[in-house]
């Protein structure tokens, strides 16, 4: 089943490759770069009581597998068009595997020796973070899975890809610099997700207006970089919910939902080592008219999540490196009120090694406390609050 | 500039980036040694400003010659080679196209 998809992901991606050649060598002036980059990765989990990512219960899982094509083309002079098509397996209730992650157009307008300032529209990966934008390239990242008190996967598609139009702007001082994005979207809204949104259960959710505004300054190389982001997507939601006294089920198609986060970034980096930290000020409210309308009581309910992870990356020569990282969530109600399955602390160690540019083989434990981060469609919660996860991985690049 | 942050040079022309496969011995002694990076760092970098619609990627050539070959047919262009085909070059003075800029 999982090689079926595997061969239909590959097809589609050679018929795209295929036509934009054809592109390429036809027109002049039109399409006079063409850049792809593709991977694969299939990763075995194992964990002991509950599923993470896969069906990995006192199981080894081979659930989990990414695969993707990356194509960047310049269409006509500095007017280019990046899209990235997806395949991607993280739960067993998962219906679409492929997907059009991200295909927009950019285009810089301005453009002086150091300065750009410039616009992309389509649909865009959110700049949320250091790490959103290259999240799904396993030799971009740091280890198997991101840091989940951050970068959750919960509701990834849902949460981190937009259609709408971003300017943004960078001036290069010295060995600095200075960025700017301010992206405003209509969110998507994957049904697979819905339910991990919010305990609503909601029946519905659509994608309604979306801001995100991010700046940056520093030196990816070496020494500090730091960034601040704020993010807030709003969605319309259609909820049912079971009323006690007298008992009767509730339905409101007037219901919303936004989440506002401010993710403030801070990195260090030496030629063999690095250290990051990424804390996020998350708040989620549910607005339900019809509870007040019932005299159920409040008709907005809010939730605070407070999150980080600290890690630190030590590159023992150009094949191995390992990391060790603690990644922490602790979700909080409308009175600061702590939620007793609310949170979710993990103390995970990693090693990779790349045998050459093409090959990257992983593994890493996690030590975990909390169920704050586990997809609720996978998983029937129970009091057990610690569990572990053991993952290797294997990743192929084109 | 091999970060392909900088895209032109003072005068306002543009750049060309020529570089070798990631594992070429020359490419890895050159990010470790002249940039203080290992190649995988460099090329999440030129990942990042590729599919953000930022920046390009540097054209990757096969091999030194093909390097050499490249940089002297492009205007404005840039590349690296090991010290014992700079040598060569210096001696032979073979190529006046190219401006060789020791990095030390």
């Known amino acids: ?398 | 500039m091999f970060a392909m942050k900088q895209r032109s040079w003072p005068d306002g022309s543009s750049v060309t980036v020529f570089v070798l496969p990631s594992d070429h011995r020359t490419h890895r002694d050159f990010c470790k040694k002249k940039l203080s990076i290992f190649p995988n760092q460099l090329e999440a970098m030129w990942y990042r400003r590729v599919y953000t619609g930022t920046g390009s990627a540097p054209v990757q050539v096969s091999d030194s010659q093909t390097m050499l070959r490249r940089i002297s047919d492009t205007p404005g262009s840039i590349g690296y080679l090991a010290d014992d085909t700079i040598s060569r070059l210096q001696r032979d003075n073979s190529n006046d196209l190219l401006k060789i800029l020791s990095v030390h």
């Open chain 1, 1 to 398: 089943m999982i090689y079926s998809r595997y061969f239909r992901f590959i097809s589609a991606l050679l018929s795209l490759l295929a036509y934009q050649n054809c592109l390429a060598s036809e027109n002049g002036d039109w399409f006079k770069r063409f850049d792809w980059d593709a991977f694969a990765s299939q990763s075995v989990i194992y964990t002991n009581d509950y599923d993470f990512l896969s069906e990995s219960d006192d199981n080894l899982s081979l659930d989990m597998w990414e695969a993707g094509v990356l194509f960047t083309t310049d269409v006509y002079q500095r007017l280019r068009f990046s899209a990235q098509l997806l395949g991607r397996k993280v739960s067993e209730y998962s219906d679409e595997d492929i997907r059009l992650d991200y295909a927009f157009f950019s285009y810089p307008f301005y453009q002086s020796g150091k300065s750009t300032l410039g616009l992309r529209l389509g649909r865009i990966r959110s700049s949320y973070g250091f790490y959103n934008e290259t999240r799904d390239i396993p030799h971009t990242r740091t280890g198997i899975v991101m840091p989940q008190s951050v970068y959750f996967d919960q509701t990834r598609n849902s949460f981190y890809s937009a259609d709408g139009i971003e300017f943004f702007g960078f001036h290069d001082f010295d060995d600095n610099r200075l960025s700017m994005q301010v992206f405003f979207s209509r969110p998507i809204a994957d049904k697979d997700e819905a339910q991990e949104a919010a305990d609503l259960r909601p029946k519905n959710l659509k994608g309604d207006q979306s801001i995100l505004v991010k700046l940056g300054l520093g030196n990816e190389f070496e020494g500090w970089r730091a960034a601040v982001t704020y993010f807030r997507p709003e969605y319309d939601v259609d909820v049912s919910f079971a009323v006690p006294f007298p008992p009767f089920s509730v339905a409101d198609n007037e219901a919303s939902f936004y989440s506002e986060s401010v993710v403030t970034s801070l990195e260090y980096n030496e030629f063999s080592w690095s250290v990051t930290l990424e804390y996020l000020r998350h708040k989620f409210q549910t607005h339900i008219p019809q509870v007040g309308a019932l005299g159920l009581g409040e008709s907005r309910s809010d939730y605070y999540e407070e999150a980080y992870y600290v890690q630190g990356l030590y590159r023992m020569n150009e094949q191995w490196e390992g990391y060790l990282r603690y990644d922490s969530s602790q979700l909080r109600g409308n009175n600061n009120q702590a939620f007793p399955g609310g949170y979710f602390d993990d103390i995970n160690v990693g090693i990779a090694y790349r045998p050459d540019g093409h090959w990257l083989v992983r593994a890493e434990f996690h030590y975990i406390e909390g169920l704050a981060r586990l997809l609720d469609r996978d998983n029937a919660l129970t009091s057990d609050r610690y569990w572990t996860a053991a993952m290797f991985q294997v990743a192929y690049r084109w």
